[in-house]
């Protein structure tokens, strides 16, 4: 008879603890755990409470020995920041585990929770977890003590333009906005002739510098001023100051080349318009349409003005107008403008309505113009030009009148355009009283010129209705698809990011 035997099972054996004589499995220190932490904290020499610095400024975090850097709360890259304030005494010990633990986002506390190994009596290891408070300091960062001081600048650029129209600044803005050039100002000043941008380094500077250069055709000069000196370090403390000087031409100006920079551009005439200023200048013949591209170079090498000013624009009635449709080229003529229809029309000043006198003159406007159209013009017949070019050229090359562009109702469009454009803050002084008209030429100009509107943001301004891309009168507006929704980000009180349209 054949009996089954049962395996034996081998159960490990129990030991007392040296101190409480509790029965636990044996370990190198032959010591329950409760009694070993009572003997031995590892923690010990970890700051349980250490303090953060903050920029409420800027939001940012001072990492030592002298670095602000951006973290969101919980995030990665707090969570290192921390820890690198208690690096030293983590050392000793092997950290397994670290988490934050949630506090109120107004509190001015962060809570991390640190689980930590250490090897202790005879080779037993024991792991701890303990939690680390830091206190948020607030701290000016050295950045924003600058921009508080307003007065501690290394380098400034002043950019000024000869001019009475401000159209290429308020371009120039739009430009700085959209590529975010703005962002290592100081502080940006606004005179009656130009704009001062501060910058806390010469390279910011520098970097300014060269962006408008290849946006508006401009040139520049650089000085330096010492303020302080170390003899026995050989350091030099300087404020660096750079004049940038934009060219004297605006959009809609009316121009006189040299005869020697005419035949250079394609033996164009003299008298030529203005039809944009972007890196370079764009200039048409209203007489043959044809166009021509003059750099700033070319502009330093063969400098010419504006013939009129601004106010000098006068309303004129279009009478009759006929489309030219077979123009005779010279021989070595330049590019003529694909967009433009070259027009013959007869016009009258709606000043001298009660008069007979009209003027005949060629028109770049042909493809917008109608009897009984309003447009805006210079009247050189009648104007007093004193430009050494145009005393030079014969009076039968001279024409009497130059339309630049058809007038519409401005209070219509006022009230109709459902845009709008983001402005620099800047210290605003010595304000001249039609810089609010000279601004909305310039939002005319975009609703016009296709090209311009390529470089600039447009906002949707949800105040106002959405209609055509047209009036009733056929004045051009910016079609909803060329607008960006202005989007406005805040923060609630809990932390979360709240867009609204």
Same mark, same amino acid.
């Given at each position: ?42 923690? $010990? ?37 921390? =820890? ?18 949630w506090t109120e986002p107004h509190s001015k506390r962060l809570k991390v929770k ?57 371009? /120039? ?27 806390? @380094? ?37 404020? @660096? ?16 080349? @040299?005869?020697?920079?005419? $035949? @250079? ?26 166009? !021509? ?37 010279? !021989?070595? !003529? ?7 229809? =070259?027009?013959?029309?007869?016009? $009258? ?15 770049? /406007? ?14 050189? !017949?009648?104007?007093? /030009? ?16 130059? /339309? ?98």
């Amino acid at each position: 008879m054949e009996y089954m035997t049962e395996p034996v099972k081998h159960t490990p054996g129990h030991i007392l603890c040296c101190d409480c004589g509790v029965p636990i499995s044996p370990n190198p220190a032959n010591i329950c755990v409760a009694c070993l932490r009572s003997k031995v904290d590892i923690s $010990q020499g970890i700051p349980k409470q250490v303090s953060v610095s903050f920029c409420k400024q800027c939001q940012r975090y001072f990492q030592p020995p002298g670095t602000w850097v951006q973290c969101a709360l919980e995030s990665r890259e707090l969570l290192a920041l921390c =820890l690198k304030k208690i690096k030293a005494p983590l050392s000793k010990v092997r950290l397994v585990d670290a988490s934050f633990v949630w506090t109120e986002p107004h509190s001015k506390r962060l809570k991390v929770k640190l689980t930590i190994q250490k090897e202790v009596m005879n080779g037993a290891i024991l792991q701890q977890v303990f939690v680390v408070d830091y206190v948020v300091q607030p701290q000016m960062c050295g950045d924003c003590h600058r921009v508080e001081a307003k007065d501690f600048w290394k380098a400034v650029v002043q950019v000024r333009q000869k001019t009475l129209h401000k159209k290429t600044f308020y371009y /120039l803005e739009q430009l700085i906005l959209k590529y975010g050039m703005h962002q290592n100002t100081l502080r940006i000043k606004d005179i009656h002739d130009g704009l001062d941008f501060y910058y806390s @380094s010469k390279q910011h500077a520098q970097k300014m510098v060269e962006f408008l250069q290849c946006t508006v055709p401009t040139r520049y000069k650089a000085s330096q001023r010492l303020i302080s000196q170390d003899v026995h370090s050989n350091t030099y403390n300087y404020k @660096s100051t750079f004049s940038v000087e934009i060219v004297p031409i605006c959009k809609d100006n009316v121009v006189c080349l @040299s005869p020697k920079l005419a $035949q @250079s551009l394609g033996n164009m005439n003299q008298i030529c318009v203005c039809i944009r200023v972007t890196s370079v200048i764009h200039l048409i013949d209203p007489n043959t349409l044809q166009v !021509a591209d003059i750099d700033g170079n070319t502009f330093w090498s063969h400098p010419f003005n504006s013939l009129c000013h601004p106010k000098q624009l006068e309303e004129f009635i279009v009478m009759e107008c006929s489309i030219v449709r077979d123009l005779k080229r010279n !021989a070595g !003529a330049g590019m003529i403008s694909k967009k433009h229809t =070259l027009g013959e029309v007869w016009v $009258q000043k709606t000043s001298e309505m009660n008069t007979d006198k009209q003027y005949f003159c060629r028109t770049h /406007l042909g493809h917008l113009l109608n009897p009984g159209d309003l447009v805006l013009g210079f009247d050189l !017949a009648n104007c007093n /030009l004193n430009d050494e070019h145009v005393n030079k050229m014969k009076s039968d090359r001279v024409p009497d009148v130059v /339309l630049i562009k058809k007038s519409y109702d401005r209070t219509k469009r006022q009230r109709r355009r459902n845009w709008k454009l983001k402005e620099l803050a800047r210290d605003r002084e010595n304000l001249d009283t039609d810089d609010e008209r000279q601004y909305q030429d310039f939002l005319e100009d975009l609703e016009e010129d296709e090209a311009i509107r390529k470089n600039v943001n447009i906002y949707r301004d949800s105040t106002i209705p959405v209609e055509g891309d047209t009036d009733d009168e056929g004045a051009p507006r910016i079609s909803l698809a060329e607008m960006l929704e202005d989007l406005h980000i805040s923060q609630d009180a809990t932390g979360e990011e709240d867009q609204t349209p």
